[in-house]
């Protein structure tokens, strides 16, 4: 059974950074989009940034752009989402999530709540 553990939130100030983790296990991930997505309270779910090991392409959510960078570890099953310049805006719960095109399956980690306040 495939797993995902997101790792790393926590309460920082606005200007502050942080380092989302993301580990996976129960398969060898190769070909799988690894991809970071939050919700804000009150508000749908979003995605933050994906990372495809299928066609190498890396994708931004508009407003981290500049901000935001996700990278892939030497393993496949790990992923981490660097956050720079955080803003109140960006408070919410992030979650990792895996998917793969060849069994056609996604899976959710449970978040991790990274909240920016002064």
């Known amino acids: 059974q495939v797993q995902v553990v997101e790792s790393g939130g926590g309460s920082v100030q606005p200007g502050d950074s942080l380092t989302l983790s993301c580990s996976g296990s129960?398969?060898?991930?190769?070909?799988?989009?690894l991809a970071w997505f939050r919700q804000a309270p009150g508000k749908e779910r979003e995605g933050v940034s994906c990372?495809?090991?299928?066609?190498?392409?890396?994708k931004y959510l508009d407003s981290v752009k500049g901000r935001f960078t996700i990278s892939r570890g030497r393993a496949k099953n790990t992923v981490y989402l660097q956050m720079n310049n955080l803003k109140p805006e960006d408070t919410a719960v992030y979650y990792c999530?895996?998917?793969?095109?060849?069994?056609?399956?996604?899976?959710w980690g449970q978040g991790t709540q990274v909240t920016v306040s002064s």
């Open positions: 990372i495809s090991d299928y066609d190498g392409s890396i």
């Open positions: 999530n895996a998917e793969s095109i060849v069994i056609a399956r996604s899976f």
């Open positions: 129960g398969s060898s991930f190769n070909y799988w989009t």
